[in-house]
């Protein structure tokens, strides 16, 4: 686990702008059950994407 946190964190540094890099981590931290920081890097893919799946996981996490 520790070194996928690695990829995500290169991952963001490397492409800051995709929303995807920042949906990863969250599903890192959603896997840790750290859904508070879960929810910060679905947030920062939602403000980047716009999509509704982004929306949708935001809401879920809000619930956890």
Sequence with gaps: ?????????NAI???PESANTYDSMGD???????FKEA???V???YEISKS????ERID???NM
């Excluded at 509704?52 to 929306?55: A, L, M, N, Q, T």
């Design 60 to 62: 879920k996490l809000k």
């Design 52 to 55: 509704e799946y982004h929306k």
């Design 13 to 15: 540094k490397y492409y």
């Design 39 to 41: 929810l910060k890097y």
């Design 28 to 34: 890192y931290y959603e896997s840790q059950e750290n």
């Design 1 to 9: 686990l520790d070194k996928s946190k690695m990829y995500f964190e």
């Design 43 to 45: 947030t920062k893919a």
